[in-house]
């Protein structure tokens, strides 16, 4: 047995690699570049742990979701494999000493994201750790041509100057011909082994509705498709009506999106994945890390902003391998719409500086100052202060963002954390020596144990106060009472979204913003958003074909499954009754003949086919049988 297929026993207890894992595994455990591209819901992630694994020392993994981040880290923790993630949000202490177990514990994964990369204290704690692989997931946003494209995701190649013989494999599920390009020259890989799947997915059902109600039509397709589905979204404001309107359908629905606090959207998360939930209506912050294989059914109720975007959501549909069904509603407006927010997602340059000042100003920000620093951010609070289109700023700090400028993390929240600073002794005199929070200091010690003295640990304040069932409120200020005495140090958790400046702040004359790159990203995201109107307005070609074509896969093969196949199927089925019954009727005329004999008269090339149009005949009382079993014209 193989040393990959022995990690991936031990600790996935999958039996072996799904097709072409091993290959990618192997050449990237054998220290060569890769670029491996495998259609969403492929594996990707197994593709760099376990050679993550297999090499010794740390694998760096590069990422731009945070979310899914998160969830992988806590994955590998659960398989008793040490994993770490650093964003935006964890205190200057916290990440310190993840830092510092990368360069001297046992650590084997480390999470970061592209703008990480860029920090001095990453880069100079970077050389004392023994990196032995990078793995770059998502490479596709380092090409503007790609979904999400992020301009951090270009500076990858300029870390891994710091380590020139330290391996990077590259995996993808959205990459056209252009982006692959990009990918290798980019991240400057040398002599990369490049590994495609198809992107076919063969249990994969796409089909177009054109539609006056969206709504009707919705709640007709969950009548007739069973099992657990996703609907997506274009606003907040949506989900919410359309899971209402299915719910009093009796459909059991609900809604999520990214203005939601945690709690709220683990819980209608958690009951979604466990079945207690069928459908969940959410924007497209709803999917990325989310591992639930048995979706039946994804319905797109509003035109995603391109292909790239369309095949990632549609493809969390049947991860089992079983058939699912992937569906766009739309009506003439949705075009016209879709173009609308293309236009409204490029504000032009003279209102992205105006945001950038006005932001450094609202969170009263000097100039030179802020490189790396967070603060919570209401963005409504800050457009309605300045006077500023809410939307219309929302997309200029989006577009600051994308020019690695700042960091917007909408609603992002963290667990609340804990770290003891005072050493034991201190903290049991002052126990002694302050009896009403020795309880406190008790529960925390008994709930989270002596890992509260060397790093922070995660706490929920409303189990300490069920537990010494006294108010959260009173908790919550206990903890700060503590930690105003340096006694703990004391992370809140966050209810509001955070901004994160990834530079200093700049004079807005001298921000560096590309005009002639701007305008190149409007074009190409009105080509993307072409493409997707050109894919819901075809009404012939199959649906599978075209979205191949679009990742520059030519497929000749028809996928027989979507709307477009299926109607000329049977359209070719009304064209063959047709053909047939001419036949048979000729040959009737004569007089009456069992089957077999006009099977021998007509060589049918499927004779079984044959007999089903001889059944159609006889039903619509064209053709009927005598007593003899023979045909004969009514």
Known sequence: MSE??????????????????????????????VLALLPTGGGKSICFQVPGLMRKGLTVVITPLIALMKDQVEQLNKRDIRAHAI??????REIDIILDNAAYGDMKFLYVSPERLQTEIFRTRALKMNITLIAVDEA????QWGYDFRPPYL?????RELLPHTPIIAVTATATDKVREDIVSNLQLKNPEIFRQSFARENLSYSVRKVESKDSKLLDILKKVQ???IVYAGSRKSTKEIASFLSRNNISADFYHAGLSTGERGLKQEQWINNKT???????????????PDVRLVVHMDLPPGPEAYYQEAGRGGRDGKLSYAVVLFSDNDTVRLKKSVEAANPDIVFIKKTYQALCNFLQIAVGSSNGESYDFDIARFSDQYNLDRMTTYYALKKLEREGLIYLNEAFQNPSRVWFLAPRQDVYKFQVENREYDELIKALLRVYGGEAFTQFVKISEKQLAKMLKIPVAKVISSLQYLHGLQMIDYDRQKESPQITFLTERYDVKELPIDKKFLLERQRIEFAKAE??????KNTTRCRSAILLEYFGEISYEKCGR????????????????????????????????DIEGLITEIEPEDQQEFIEYIRELTDRDIVAYNDNWELFIC
């Open 4 to 33: 990959a297929i022995q990690i991936l026993q031990t600790y996935w207890g999958y039996p072996g690699f799904r097709p072409m894992q091993l290959d990618i595994v192997e050449a990237a455990a054998k220290g060569r570049d």
């Open 87 to 92: 964003y935006s949000g964890l205190s200057a």
């Open 140 to 143: 596709h946003c380092i090409s």
């Open 155 to 159: 500076q990858i190649a300029e870390f």
């Open 227 to 229: 099992g657990t589905a």
């Open 278 to 292: 069928r459908v969940i209506v959410a924007t497209n912050a709803f999917g990325m890390g989310i591992d639930k």
């Open 531 to 536: 493409a997707i109107i050109e894919y819901v």
């Open 562 to 593: 979507c709307d477009n196949c299926l109607s000329r199927k049977k359209k070719e089925n009304v064209d063959n009754l047709l053909h047939y019954k001419e036949q048979v009727l000729h040959i009737l005329k004569a007089g009456p003949m």
